[in-house]
């Protein structure tokens, strides 16, 4: 019985053993496991962060444009308005000069030859005021779009290179 006692014993203790070591193995395999999700974990927070650090910085580079593109448009109409009020002043005092002029005339020869040329001088002066605003115009709009048209193209080089 002695010896039944000490097989028992034996295999107690080597099932023990065996336990004890298949638990330090599982232990082992689950620090390795815990390691490696948190460091997927890690990585994966990284590029997310990195993620949104560059899309912090290309949102601040479209609004930088937008304001860019306003302050343009601002700048046209400011030079559109002054060109304008220039030319209503202009305009308003070649016509009270015009109107002392006819008032001058001594024939209806003379009246329609003054009233012949100021009409072709104030056609003339309002054509290239024409001419010029459009000029304004066609550059503040161009001007205007130059800051949004780089930050789309930049996005779309961007785009194109990240695939």
Known sequence: MA????????TVETATANVKASAQTA?????????????????????S????AELNAEGKKNLEAIV??????????????????????KSWEDGVA?????????SIQELLELQTAWAKTATEAYLAEVTKATDVLTASVKDSFKPINERVTASVEKFQAAR
């Open 98 to 106: 015009a109107a002392q002029s006819l008032t001058a005339a001594r």
């Open 68 to 89: 860019a593109s306003a302050t343009a448009a601002q700048k046209g109409a400011e030079t559109l308005s002054a060109a304008s009020l220039a030319y209503g002043k």
């Open 3 to 10: 010896d039944s006692a000490e097989t028992v014993k034996k």
């Open 49 to 52: 962060a990195a993620g949104l």
């Open 27 to 47: 232990t082992a395999q689950a620090e390795k496991i815990q390691a490696a999700g948190a460091k997927a974990f890690r990585e994966a927070a990284d590029k």
